[in-house]
């Protein structure tokens, strides 16, 4: 706990302090509190669009990636009510896209995965909507399958701001939402993406994948076969 | 409708980049205009644009997907949109769109072979007092029948331009039917601006105050905080009260005209017949809060207004009501920009309307900050509603104590409301606040009413039972729709028609909204089919619950709004479609079936499940 100076927050009951600036979600991870989340990564400028890290300040819900910490904030995250809704905005992720884990080479890697597996979801709940989405490998490296694309916008925030590149972008809206890249083609192997680019670690799901490594790591010995996704975030900082 | 040839693209693209500049601000006022002359936006236009305002060609891609006026692919050389409001399908509009259809030999949302004609739905285009309306190319025509879709068919066919179709196509009236202090009594533009000059901004925002002005788009945040909270933001940053109003540092006053809540038109009659009202509030606002550039962001709907605005900026100029030296007050500089949207309900959303204006997709932004101190390119902004401007101007003429004496204590002065539906006398109908449905519903004509849609679709879905509310903040805060059912109307296919346009508009950035309002439409569309079950109206209920409490913005947490209100109020209305009361799958086992029956030409009784 910090000094008597320091300000706090508490998050369900725990007494959480934080310093100017922070998010509650930052303040939380410092604190060893996991709060689920996907399009959120402390490396990055909080996005606040996946709600899996609501939580209810004083009665009221906000995202805590983007919510400033503040003095006194009563912050309520691991409830039952807040739990069940990460759930169901999960399963909605899910039934959005076309996530077959059994298939996928990212399973085990993945936190999408991760994060159903953590709030204890057992069935899709909602009927799929099966979209008909486009996968791209054009690109020698690389291999961009929209149908797991989660809308984080990760690759986005990481090819702007961290490669300075502005590979990819969001076009369409609502459901019709789409990751676009930065060729004229819209294939990705015009673009100038490269497979060490900060853009190529970022993605949660498997929609961007380096190709020809899917199963140096077999199933089964990957990150969330052996350790829970809160037990990782929250390790990352050691790592 | 052949690509346009690139030289041909680069006579069309360069007089509408030299008009717009290099500011990436103008990139979606850029797009239209491309959109307007090639019927889409070509591939190749994209990379120029992109070059031309040094942005990454990803970002101009993604604006063009954002809105739904703009196309990658091209739309018909006619682009024929009928709005698809419940009014207008309570006045036979789906019923005229396949009439239309099968005449034209299109079909609804494909592009003709010969690329002459697209048709298809669009949100609400705000002519539901006059509908059904659509939009030609981005021009209103309203009171559609068969004759006149006879006519514009043989329009199209003779492939005459827009500009040359019978004007009578195109009417748009005010419909005024009861006028009150806003609408009723003559206004002198610079009236209110020279009362301002003669108080002083610190009066006149004293003024404001004491009026309790409350905004008018529907959340009813008091107008003197939010101009004093714009105006504060500057001396919090600097660390140091400002004294001189007016110049510098910069602060933005912004008017919201994408008045896209379906129902809602009482704006464009503001605009049409007392723009000067508008201009003038903003002005004051201009001068109370310190900002020198205004905006008008106009909803792509009433484009046909724009000219008509921009002679009424451009006399207000000569008049001396706007640009440097404001009527003699050196120092007082102000001017007004419009910018036009092109189709996104969202954008009525003030922090999605500011990404709008910088030339982005219009996605709500993460609050806080809040536009008042990070607004338009991050510098404090004030945004009101149309009708907010026109009150304040009159509030600064008249003064406070005038406005705060009408309506009720925590609802001062009057409000319009659009009126459609079924009733004699649809229009624009102003009123003190703190009138009951009743009298409303008495004065307009309502025929046996039976629910009223008070606020569009995200507002309340008021009972028969509660015809004595008022409209008020304390009891129905309204932004100014005022749908009426009577007793034969089906209420599920008014919710159901609400579900269908949350979705369509929702933006896509946040997950609840996105899948949830999906979720909506896909539920509500087995139950209309005959498939639903108990179970689904527990779903329902359950969507509305996650929409509500984890979405983004007030889109997606009033996009619930139509279906918990009718599952509340007429639960009738859903059981009576209910198939089964046990589990349904949504699955049409027999429909699947379809595909095989006309390939091997079967329809017999063993050809069905």
């Given at each position: 706990m910090g000094t008597f100076m320091s300000k706090t927050i508490t998050i369900d009951g725990q007494v959480v302090p934080f310093k100017e600036g922070q998010t509650i979600m930052d303040a939380a991870m410092a604190a060893d509190v996991y709060i689920p989340h996907l399009c959120h990564n402390p490396e990055f400028t909080p996005h606040g669009s996946c709600k899996l890290c609501t939580v209810k300040v004083n009665g009221r819900n906000v995202a805590s990636c983007t919510m400033p910490?503040?003095?006194?904030?009563?912050?309520?995250?691991?409830?039952?009510?807040?739990?069940?809704?990460?759930?169901?905005?999960?399963?909605?992720?899910?039934?959005?896209?076309?996530?077959?884990?059994?298939?996928?080479?990212?399973?085990?890697?993945?936190?999408?995965?991760?994060?159903?597996?953590?709030?204890?979801?057992?069935?899709?709940?909602?009927?799929?909507?099966?979209p008909q989405r486009e996968v791209d490998a054009s690109h020698p490296d690389v291999l961009l399958d929209r149908n797991r694309c989660i809308y984080c916008e990760l690759c986005v925030r990481a090819s702007r701001d961290v490669d300075g590149k502005n590979v990819f972008g969001l076009s369409g809206r609502g459901i019709g939402s789409t990751?676009?890249?930065?060729?004229?083609?819209?294939?990705?192997?015009?673009?100038?993406?490269a497979a060490t680019d900060k853009a190529m670690q970022v993605c949660p799901t498997g929609a961007l994948l380096k190709k020809r490594q899917g199963f140096t790591v077999p199933i089964g010995q990957r990150i969330f076969d052996h350790h829970t996704i809160k037990d990782v975030q929250l390790g990352d900082k050691h790592e | 409708m052949q690509q346009p040839e690139s030289s041909d693209l680069s006579r069309i693209l360069a007089p509408v980049l030299a008009r717009h500049g290099?500011?990436?601000?103008?990139?979606?006022?850029?797009?239209?205009?491309?959109?307007?002359?090639?019927?889409?936006?070509?591939?190749?236009?994209?990379?120029?644009?992109?070059?031309?305002?040094?942005?990454?060609?990803?970002?101009?891609?993604?604006?063009?997907?954002?809105?739904?006026?703009?196309?990658?692919?091209?739309?018909?050389?006619?682009?024929?949109?009928?709005?698809?409001?419940?009014?207008?399908?309570?006045?036979?509009?789906?019923?005229?769109?396949?009439?239309l259809c099968n005449k034209l030999w299109v079909e609804q949302g494909r592009v003709s072979e010969d690329g002459l004609i697209s048709v298809d739905n669009t949100s609400c285009t705000g002519m539901c007092d006059q509908g059904p309306a659509a939009l030609i190319n981005g021009w209103p025509l309203t009171n559609l029948d068969q004759n006149r879709l006879d006519l514009i068919a043989e329009l199209i066919r003779s492939q005459k331009p827009v500009a040359e179709w019978p004007p009578m196509l195109f009417e748009v009236v005010d419909n005024i039917c009861r006028t009150d202090v806003l609408l009723g009594e003559p206004f002198t533009p610079g009236a209110a601006i020279k009362q301002v000059l003669a108080r002083g901004a610190k009066e006149t925002l004293a003024e404001m105050d004491q009026s309790n002005l409350r905004g008018r788009g529907g959340a009813g945040f008091k107008t003197a905080s939010k101009w004093s909270f714009c105006h504060a933001a500057i001396a919090e940053e600097e660390g140091s009260v400002i004294c001189d109003i007016g110049g510098n540092p910069e602060r933005f006053i912004v008017c919201n005209a994408d008045e896209g809540e379906p129902g809602t038109f009482k704006d464009r009659v503001l605009l049409n017949s007392h723009a000067d009202l508008v201009f003038e509030g903003m002005t004051v606002g201009a001068r109370v809060v310190g900002a020198s550039k205004g905006f008008l962001y106009l909803r792509g709907e009433y484009r046909y207004l724009l000219e008509k605005l921009e002679g009424v900026l451009k006399?207000?100029?000569?008049?001396?009501?706007?640009?440097?030296?404001?009527?003699?007050?050196?120092?007082?500089?102000?001017?007004?920009?419009i910018h036009l949207g092109a189709g996104a309900y969202i954008c009525g959303e003030e922090s999605a309307l500011i990404e709008s204006l910088e030339g982005k997709r219009g996605r709500p932004r993460n609050r806080p900050p809040f536009p008042v101190t990070h607004g338009y390119k991050g510098r404090p902004t004030v945004v009101d509603n149309v009708e907010t401007f026109a009150c304040s101007a009159r509030i600064a003429e008249k003064g406070g104590e005038w406005f705060a004496a009408m309506g009720?204590?925590?609802?001062?002065?009057?409000?319009?409301l659009s009126i459609s539906g079924d009733v004699a006398r649809p229009g624009i109908y102003e009123y003190p606040f703190g009138v009951t449905l009743r009298q409303i519903l008495d004065d307009c004509g309502a025929e046996d009413p039976y629910a009223v849609q008070v606020s569009g679709p995200s507002g309340v879905m008021v009972s028969w039972k509660e015809f004595d509310r008022k409209i008020a903040f304390e009891d129905l805060p309204t932004a100014g729709a005022f749908m009426v059912f009577k007793r034969s109307r089906d209420l599920f296919q008014a919710a159901r028609?609400?579900?269908?346009?949350?979705?369509?508009?929702?933006?896509?950035?946040?997950?609840?909204?996105?899948?949830?309002?999906?979720?909506?439409?896909?539920?509500?569309?087995?139950?209309?089919?005959?498939?639903?079950?108990?179970?689904?109206?527990?779903?329902?209920?359950?969507?509305?619950?996650?929409?509500?409490?984890?979405?983004?913005?007030?889109?997606?947490?009033?996009?619930?709004?139509?279906?918990?209100?009718?599952?509340?109020?007429?639960?009738?209305?859903?059981?009576?479609?209910?198939?089964?009361?046990?589990?349904?799958?949504?699955?049409?086992?027999?429909?699947?079936?379809?595909?095989?029956?006309?390939?091997?030409?079967?329809?017999?009784?063993?050809?069905?499940?």
């Open positions: 910490a503040v003095e006194g904030q009563q912050v309520l995250s691991d409830t039952l009510e807040l739990n069940d809704e990460r759930l169901s905005l999960t399963q909605m992720l899910f039934v959005e896209g076309n996530h077959i884990c059994p298939s996928c080479e990212k399973s085990g890697n993945c936190q999408l995965q991760a994060v159903a597996y953590y709030l204890g979801m057992m069935s899709p709940h909602y009927n799929h909507f099966y990751l676009v890249v930065n060729s004229a083609s819209g294939l990705l192997g015009d673009t100038n993406l | 290099k500011d990436s601000a103008q990139l979606l006022q850029i797009l239209r205009d491309v959109q307007d002359a090639c019927h889409h936006i070509p591939a190749e236009a994209i990379d120029q644009i992109a070059a031309h305002l040094d942005v990454p060609r990803v970002t101009v891609e993604g604006v063009v997907g954002f809105y739904s006026f703009l196309s990658t692919q091209p739309v018909g050389q006619y682009r024929l949109l009928f709005s698809n409001n419940i009014t207008d399908q309570m006045l036979g509009k789906d019923d005229l769109l396949k009439y006399r207000r100029r000569e008049a001396g009501l706007l640009g440097d030296n404001i009527l003699g007050q050196a120092g007082f500089s102000f001017d007004i920009e009720t204590a925590q609802s001062t002065g009057t409000k319009l028609n609400f579900a269908h346009f949350f979705a369509h508009e929702s933006c896509g950035f946040c997950t609840p909204c996105r899948v949830g309002t999906q979720l909506q439409k896909k539920i509500m569309d087995k139950i209309g089919s005959g498939h639903g079950t108990i179970c689904d109206m527990e779903e329902l209920k359950r969507l509305g619950f996650i929409l509500k409490s984890m979405s983004h913005c007030g889109l997606g947490s009033s996009a619930a709004n139509p279906m918990l209100d009718a599952l509340e109020k007429f639960p009738d209305v859903f059981e009576r479609k209910l198939k089964a009361l046990a589990f349904e799958p949504a699955f049409d086992l027999d429909g699947a079936l379809e595909t095989a029956r006309r390939i091997t030409g079967r329809d017999d009784e063993w050809a069905h499940l």
